[in-house]
């Protein structure tokens, strides 16, 4: 999979919506399942697996060089950081793909998963991407 070739702030932006995107497409998972849908939860699981490891390759090669670039690798060390969470990210999404039979009723895997995201958008959305937006635009201005 290749990054998307987008301008800095263009891709932060479309990272930004796919955030909400993918909260919203977890409900509709956990909803079907409610449901008893199972083909149509695996479905969107599929498409949703799709969109965060594309997202996540515009993250670890774009925002990531970019942020190297401009802060060199002590400067980059929050990013890093938060980064890692990625592999988890991964884990999570595989153990729902492979016990989605069982999350019928079992909500917990639902709600781990939610937590990690919303924690792990929290701190790109508000400190990593405004300080590499920032910086980007300073550069570009000055
Ligand atoms: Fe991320
Ligand atoms: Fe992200």
């Known amino acids: 999979m290749k990054p ?3 301008d800095l702030p263009q891709l932060i932006t479309i990272l930004i919506d796919e ?3 993918s909260m919203a497409k977890l409900s509709r998972i956990h909803n079907h399942l409610l449901s008893s849908d199972l083909h149509r939860a695996s479905e969107i699981l599929d498409e949703l697996k ?3 490891s594309q997202h996540i390759v515009d993250e670890e090669a774009t925002i990531l060089r970019k942020a190297l670039d401009m802060f060199g690798k002590e400067g980059s060390k929050d990013l890093i950081e938060v980064f890692k969470e990625h592999r988890r990210i ?3 999404f595989d153990r ?9 009723q079992d ?6 998963i ?13 400190e990593l991407f405004p300080k590499v937006l920032r910086r980007y635009i300073d550069k570009r201005t000055r």
Not at 96 to 104: D, H, N, P, V
């Open 90 to 92: 991964f884990d999570l």
């Open 96 to 104: 729902l793909s492979r016990t989605l039979e069982e999350c019928y």
């Open 4 to 6: 998307r070739q987008l």
């Open 50 to 52: 799709k969109n965060i």
């Open 19 to 21: 955030h909400a995107i």
């Open 114 to 126: 939610r937590r990690v995201l919303s924690d792990h958008y929290r701190k790109e959305e508000d």
């Open 107 to 112: 909500a917990d895997l639902f709600k781990e």
